[in-house]
Structures are given as C-alpha cells and as structure tokens.
C-alpha cells in the first residue's frame, strides 16, 4: 500500500516541478528580464532528471534548486506590479513542489 503512496508522491513531484519550471519561463512575457527567468530557472533543470527517474538522493537535494527561485519571485512580487501575477503563482507552485518534495520523502521513508 505504502509503494502506491510513495509513487504518488513521486508524481506530484514530477508534475509540480515541470509547472514550476513552465511559470518561470513564462516571466519574460510577463515583463521580468529573460535573464533573470534564467537565473531562477536554471538550477531547476539540475535536479529534473533524477526527479523524473525517481532517485530518492534526488529528492534530498532538490529542494536546496529552489532558494534562488524563491529569492527572486519574492523580489517581484514585492518589486514589480506588472508581474506580480506571475510572480505570485511561481511561488504557489514553489510551495507546491517543496511540499511534493517533502510528501515523497516521507512516503519512502515509510516504505
């Protein structure tokens, strides 16, 4: 029973970091420097292939990707009316998939 909540989980991973990776690259349309979309999205692509294979070492490391996303949606947010729509769901979805991350962790830790 514990697999089929652990594989779950790992989806939800999965689908809440290619969301994420899908918001940041929606940034320069919302009026953010290409740049900086760069920056923020970047070092989520490390973690992708071990996320999408599953790896549990991933899901240990994962969630450190997302501190320099999370610095900089804040920043807009707080800085840039024209993109604090945009900004205000990339860190919905960074919440999102650092409680993915965390879900998963626990559930194969059950396992």
Same mark, same amino acid.
């Given at each position: 029973?514990?697999?089929?909540?652990?594989?779950?989980?790992?989806?939800?991973?999965?689908?809440?970091?290619?969301?994420l990776l899908a918001s940041?690259?929606?940034?320069?349309?919302?009026?953010?420097?290409?740049?900086?979309?760069?920056?923020?999205?970047?070092?989520?692509?490390?973690?992708?292939?071990?996320?999408?294979?599953?790896? =549990?070492?991933?899901?240990?490391? /994962?969630?450190? !990707? %997302? +501190?320099? @996303? &999370? #610095?900089?949606?804040?920043?807009?947010?707080? *800085?840039? =009316?024209?993109?604090?729509?945009? /900004?205000?769901? !990339? %860190? +919905?979805? @960074? &919440? #999102?998939?650092?409680?993915?991350?965390?879900? *998963?962790?626990r559930a194969a830790a059950?396992?």
């Amino acid at each position: 029973m514990n697999a089929g909540r652990a594989g779950r989980a790992r989806h939800a991973v999965r689908l809440a970091w290619i969301l994420l990776l899908a918001s940041v690259a929606c940034w320069p349309l919302a009026g953010i420097a290409a740049a900086l979309a760069a920056i923020a999205g970047l070092p989520l692509l490390l973690p992708l292939p071990g996320l999408l294979r599953g790896t =549990p070492r991933t899901l240990r490391w /994962a969630p450190l !990707t %997302l +501190a320099p @996303l &999370l #610095a900089l949606a804040l920043t807009e947010v707080l *800085a840039n =009316p024209g993109a604090r729509a945009v /900004a205000t769901v !990339t %860190l +919905a979805l @960074l &919440l #999102a998939a650092f409680a993915a991350v965390i879900a *998963a962790q626990r559930a194969a830790a059950q396992d």
